[in-house]
């Protein structure tokens, strides 16, 4: 029998529409040192944090003027380029937010865990007025490792003060769901679909949407969890 007693959710792709966003504004900043940021990069930085992305381009692009600059300056430049275009492009999912209404209801403590900056998740959740929804925010930023590792979600089941084992995950993508499963959690997997067959990692979730938003049901999660 499930037991949840708590739900944790990734942000970008999860609850908001925000990849094509990401998509936009990274492009146009990397593309300020020359780098082409094209859809097979892009398809495999979905679902990680933003600091593994610059150790991605170290290790592609090694010869780089970008892999000389203080990280903490290029997250500033990349979250500035960020906040300045998604102001104007961010829309919650219309089913997602149905839910967190309905979880909120009864009285499920939740949480963000994102691999986003702190300065972006606030902003974000300001824009869409999603930040009363949620009991803790984390950031893969605020622990040793991002997804697929599993530190940001054991972080927001502390914090919430939830066993891992009784939290349940919403996430989109493959790293997150890998993360959300190495850390002894339920996972409902929404992901975000660009055209490619579903990497096998989503077969390891405990509730799948194969076609993502389009599919997602909040009758049959909260069926399915039985909060």
């Not at 970008?12 to 504004?25: K, P, V």
């Not at 950031?139 to 972080?155: L, M, Y």
């Not at 579903?198 to 405990?206: K, M, Y």
Request: glycine share 6%.
């Amino acid at each position: 029998m499930k037991m949840i007693a708590g739900a944790i959710f990734d942000l970008d792709g999860t609850l908001i529409n925000s990849e094509d966003n990401y998509y936009i504004s990274d492009k146009l900043f990397l593309s300020r040192y020359g780098i082409d940021f094209d859809d097979e990069f892009r398809f495999d930085m979905v679902g990680r944090g933003a600091a593994e992305l610059f150790r991605i381009i170290n290790e592609r692009y090694p010869e780089n003027g970008i892999n000389a600059i203080p990280i903490k300056e290029l997250l500033r430049q990349k979250d500035e380029t960020y906040i300045e275009y998604a102001e104007g492009h961010t829309e919650v999912f219309p089913r997602m937010l149905e839910l967190l209404e309905s979880l909120k209801a009864r009285k499920l403590p939740l949480a963000i865990a994102s691999g986003s900056t702190p300065a972006v998740i606030g902003r974000m959740l300001e824009l869409t007025g999603l930040s009363s929804f949620f009991d803790t925010v984390v950031s893969s930023v605020e622990v040793a490792r991002g997804k697929p590792f599993p530190d940001v979600f054991i972080e927001a089941a502390r914090r919430l003060d939830v066993s891992p084992e009784r939290c349940l995950v919403f996430e989109d993508s493959q790293f997150g769901v890998e993360a959300a499963k190495r850390a002894g959690m339920y996972c409902v997997a929404v992901p975000t679909v660009f055209g490619k067959a579903l990497p096998a990692v989503f077969r390891s979730a405990d509730l799948l949407f194969e076609d993502g938003q389009e599919s997602f049901s909040v009758n049959v999660v909260l069926d399915w969890c039985a909060v």
